[in-house]
Structures are given as C-alpha cells and as structure tokens.
C-alpha cells in the first residue's frame, strides 16, 4: 500500500506518542516491540511477507481491503503495552487519506505473545485493520459524488445543468443463452439511425464482459430516447436502459466546443490530479466545463463501510455499516454572458450550411458575447472563436481607418479601376462589379461598392505597418480574455508589394476569427476599443479592459467616420436587406475571401453588421458572395436580438 505525503505527515506526527507509551510501559522486551515494527510497516507497505504475522495474514488482508478502491493507508506503531501477565499488545495508528481531503484515523489492536523458542509472535484478526471488525467482514470505501455547478447564460438562464438521459446496453445478465456477440450487433443496427457505432467492436467488448456486466452502448438525451421508433430494441436480448442525469445544454448543437462535455476521470486524470480526483469522478471536458472544472465540480466525499464478504470476496447480501463519512462539498456555479435566444437563432440560421460556418453576437456597450454558434459543418470545431481565415472586403474597414489617418474623409475620391498591376501581379474586382462604380469615387462609395483595386492602389500610400496598426485599433491581435481559448486575430507587420496590396482588401496572410470580425464591428459601433467578455462571474478571468495592440486606439472621431462608410454599404450597397430592421440604422460590410488553388477559386462568405446595441459576424468557409450568403442570415440573427 502506497503512503501518501499527507498520511505519511499525519503519521511522522505520532513520534512523540511512541515515545511516551514506551516510556510509560516499563522495560518492555526489545522483541515485542521489534514483531509491532515489522508488522505495522508491512500493513504500511500492503505486504506482510516475513513479518510476526501467520502466513496467511496476507491473503486475509488483501480480502478486507479488496473494495476499498486503491484507497491509501499509512500505519505506524503508536505503543507497546503490556496484556496479562505474558502477553503484549501493540497500538497501531491507521490514516486512511480518502477522497474530499479528510483523513479517516483511528487506533487498532495487535495482540503480541512468545512461542515457545521465546519468539514473538503476532495474533491476527480482522480487528487488527479496523477494531470493529468480525469473522468474513471487511471495509468497502463508497464515493459520495457533489453535485456539479450548473452553467447559465445571461439573464441567470440556466444552459447546462442536470438532465435526463438513457444509457442503453447489453446486461449480460440478462441474456439467457442468447449469444452475446449476435445481441451486441443486434443493438448497434437498431440504433443505426440515431448513432454510428462500431459493430465489430462494441461486440467484442460485451464478449469479453463479466457474466453480470452491463455495457453501454450509447447515452441518449430524453428526445432522442423518445424519437426511437417502437419496440426497435425491446427484440433484442439482454438490452438494457438505464435512467441517468448529465450535465447537458438544452440542445446537442448547443454550443458543445464552446461550452464542454463532461466524462468519467481517466486513468491518466487520476494520476495527474495527485489525489484530488477519485476514481467514478466526472471532470471537464474542453471548453467552459474544462477551463473552470475545479470549480464546477466541487469535491466528492467518501463512506467507508463495514461490509460482509461472500466466500469469493465479494460482498455478501445484507445492510452496509458506515464507519466514516466526508460529506461532498457540491460545485459552484459559472455564469456566462450568452442569451439562450440569441444563440439558438444564430443555430437555426446555421442549420443547413453544409460547410464550416459560425455567427458571433456582441454587445458593443458591454463587450458582452451573446452567441457563439458554429454550423453543423464544423463538427464540433470551434469555428466561432478559433478559426483562423482571411477576412475578405470586410477588412477594408481597417484599410479605411489607416486611410482616415492619412487624411482622408469619407468624402475623399481615390481611382477605382477595372484592374491595377503591382509588380506583375494583376488585382481585379468581383465578375458582379458594377461598371459604373469605376472611375475616381469616395469612399464610401468603394466600401458599399467594394472596389478591391481601389483599396489595393493604396499600397504606395498606406504601409503595412500602418494597416497593421489600424486593424490593432479595431482589436485585430488583441489580447482575449474569455477563459477559453479564442482567437483574435493576426496581421503581419511587414508584407512584399504584392502581399501588401492584397492585404488592403484582406486577403494575403491577415488571419482572423468570426470573433475578432465582430470585435472590429463592434469597435467601430461603439466608438472606441470593445472588449469582449464571456464568463460574468467575478474573479474567474480578467475583464479589465484589453490594451490594443497599438499605441494609436481608436478615437471617436474616427469611429464616426467608419460608421458612415459602413452605413453606405447599407443605403447604397450590398447589405441593403438590412433596411427591414426598425429603426433603420445599420451598418455593415460584406466580405469574399477567395483561398485554395481551383479555377475559379473557392470563396469564404463574410458579412460584418451592427444594429442598436448588437454587432455580429458571419462566416461561412464555403460561401457565395458575402451579401448573398451572410447578409440574409445577419439580418435574421439582428432580428432575434431582445430589445
């Protein structure tokens, strides 16, 4: 038996206890107190070979200990005393280090007496483990797992939180005479239309099951246990569903890379833990139910109990006896800043997107994240706060800021023709452009145009580093500070000619998130610098505000002025759908990133937008263009937002 170092502590604790006893006894012989030494480091130790004990001590101990789950003692030798006229009895202290972070200790008796070669010899019993006890009993350590914090979004709605599920399995109990492998396939090709199971596999395993095991085959939320159609499984043998609760949001889709799943703690869990965790704890998986685990989960207890055992070591029939409890400490609560509405709109407007896609929500006034959904085509990748694309047109509100700081107004005219050439690279616009829109013309005109060539023809005029700075004002590389991972964005600070000019109107090697494109929206909204938050409770992350990456912050001014541009695209370009919002007062911009080596090339669809008190992003990676596949879904998620 392995000793912890907090056992190991509390049992160094008892040298002075040792040292009065024996005082206290007289002239004890040097060999009784010897036999009390041997046998209390082999009972330490898990391991009585050559100690006072009788041979078959070890196989006893080993039987009382079985269902203890691994838990670790440390026993020392407290005292000699003398027992009758012959006899001795050593007092040995046990601390048992139990899950909750509570020792259970506790003094036992070793009765000690001489053969007749005047060797001493120690009397086993079961009370020599735990006083109380008897013939074919022994100690069985029982986890009292704390309830796990619930997950809420704003309002105090509750997202994640205990709900009903299904387990459903072969109890081989249960299976008569019925081949285990045939009933174990019968199962996977029952649930075939609701989960994608591995025949070959899953009938392996309830083969090489326990005669009374239960083997899961799948866990099902309440609506999919319910939409199985019925008496599909009832046929097959031995099938079983077990009724379960799991922490779960209200839906599958519903934020899952974003928020976490949470599972049965691991080997290696367990051991990297260094005892915190005990086995038949559930801890965090990815997201918000990662980042803050220790805290949802709070702390489990433990119960050990005095149990009969069966001939075969098992537990015998018949009522359990507690001796010691830790009670659960229940975890705590996270509140995050995502409206449950919100969110779900954002879902049902990603729900036939076949590609990856995401739709981010912010408050500007707050920096508060209200939705982050990826598409059913991420599959589970957090495209909302992780991905990592070029940004297409709509980072020419960047290039227009770096344009303000040259001087320019949104009234001021830069060319705008069918092509530019740079250094034998050739920039064109969209195949849709409209001709008309050529020539010398504002820029708000080429923002609610999206005249590529005029933005790429301020590469001799703007530099890279001052696209980078102005970008860096609009929160592109800023800092995140979400308590889960999330990506905000990166611009090169030097480019080539030809990168550079690509990069005026995003494409080239600018990177950013769905995320970091509504930071940018929502700056501009705002006024200055927005923040983003996603955890509400106090203390669990830094909400201070972030420092930009520049040490040129956007101002007011300029802000106003991008929200002009903005606002054309709207009046007089490709987001006119969202003149149906009341009041009509938004701004946008539309964006196609063309990436990949086919002809013509694919395209991510881009549409930024805010309205009132709401910014948004949406990406789509496969996408026609912008307006037409971002703006309709932009206008619905604006439409959703709650006065």
Not at 469 to 475: F, K, S
Not at 485 to 497: K, N, Q, R, T, V
């Amino acid at each position: 038996m392995r000793t912890s170092s907090r056992s190991r502590a509390a049992a160094a604790g008892l040298g002075l206890t040792v040292l009065l006893l024996a005082a206290g006894c007289g002239a004890l012989p040097d060999g009784a107190r010897d036999a009390a030494e041997g046998v209390a480091a082999g009972l330490d130790a898990g391991d009585l070979t050559g100690t006072a004990l009788p041979a078959q001590a070890q196989e006893e101990l080993e039987r009382i200990t079985a269902h203890l789950g691994g838990a670790d003692p440390a026993v020392a030798l407290a005292g000699v005393e003398e027992a009758g006229e012959d006899g001795r009895e050593a007092v040995l202290s046990w601390t048992w280090d139990l899950p909750g972070e509570q020792d259970w200790s506790y003094d036992a008796r070793l009765p000690l007496e001489q053969d007749a070669d005047g060797q001493w010899r120690a009397r086993w019993s079961p009370a020599v483990v735990e006083p109380s006890l008897g013939p074919d009993e022994g100690l069985r350590l029982r986890t009292l797992p704390a309830d796990r914090g619930d997950v809420t979004g704003a309002g105090g709605e509750v997202l994640v939180t205990e709900r009903p599920v299904h387990r459903i399995g072969i109890d081989r109990g249960r299976l008569g005479e019925a081949d285990p492998a045939r009933a174990a396939r019968q199962l996977v090709a029952a649930l075939e239309d609701v989960v994608e199971l591995d025949p070959a596999a899953y009938a392996a395993s309830v083969e090489q099951a326990g005669p009374e095991a239960f083997v899961e085959a799948v866990t099902l939320r309440e609506d999919d246990f319910r939409a199985l159609p019925a008496g599909r499984t009832s046929a097959v043998p031995g099938v079983r569903a077990v009724d379960d609760e799991q922490p779960l949001a209200p839906s599958r889709g519903f934020a899952p890379a974003l928020l976490g799943a949470v599972g049965p703690a691991t080997a290696e869990d367990l051991e990297r833990s260094g005892g915190e965790l005990a086995a038949g704890d559930v801890v965090g998986r990815g997201g918000v139910q990662e980042a803050f685990d220790d805290r949802l989960r709070g702390r489990a207890g433990a119960v050990v109990e005095r149990i009969g055992l069966r001939a075969d070591g098992g537990p015998a029939p018949g009522a359990a006896a507690p001796l010691h409890e830790v009670a659960p400490v229940d975890g705590q609560p996270v509140a995050l800043t995502l409206d449950r509405g919100l969110q779900e709109a954002a879902l049902e407007q990603l729900e036939g997107v076949a590609s990856p896609a995401a739709v981010v929500a912010l408050r500007p006034s707050t920096g508060e994240v209200l939705a982050a959904a990826d598409g059913p085509g991420s599959e589970g990748y957090p495209t909302a706060l992780q991905g990592r694309y070029a940004p297409g047109s709509t980072f020419k509100v960047a290039t227009a800021l770096a344009m303000l700081r040259e001087g320019d107004d949104p009234s001021t005219e830069h060319p705008c023709p069918p092509s530019l050439a740079v250094e034998g690279a050739e920039f064109r616009n969209a195949p849709s452009y409209d001709p008309a829109a050529t020539g010398s013309i504002p820029l708000t005109e080429a923002m609610a145009q999206s005249c590529n060539t005029f933005f790429a023809g301020q590469h001799e005029r703007v530099t890279q580093e001052e696209l980078a700075e102005a970008a860096a004002a609009l929160g592109t590389g800023m800092e995140a500070r979400l308590g889960v991972e999330a990506f905000l964005g990166s611009i090169p600070d030097e480019e080539p000619p030809v990168q550079h000019a690509a990069a005026l109107f995003g494409q080239g090697r600018t990177l950013v998130s769905p995320l970091s494109m509504a930071v940018l929206a929502a700056s501009a909204a705002d006024g200055g610098l927005v923040t983003p938050r996603l955890v509400a409770t106090d203390g669990l992350v830094d909400d201070a505000p972030a420092r930009p990456a520049t040490d040129a912050p956007l101002t007011a001014e300029e802000a106003a002025q991008l929200r002009t541009t903005m606002r054309a695209v709207v009046t007089e370009g490709h987001l006119d759908g969202l003149r149906a919002l009341s009041p009509d007062t938004a701004i946008g911009k539309t964006g196609t990133a063309e990436y990949g080596t086919e002809d013509p090339p694919r395209t991510h669809s881009w549409v930024i937008a805010a309205h009132e008190d709401l910014a948004v992003a949406v990406f789509v990676e496969d996408g026609d263009l912008g307006s037409v596949t971002g703006g309709p879904i932009a206008l619905e998620v604006l439409r959703a937002a709650r006065p």
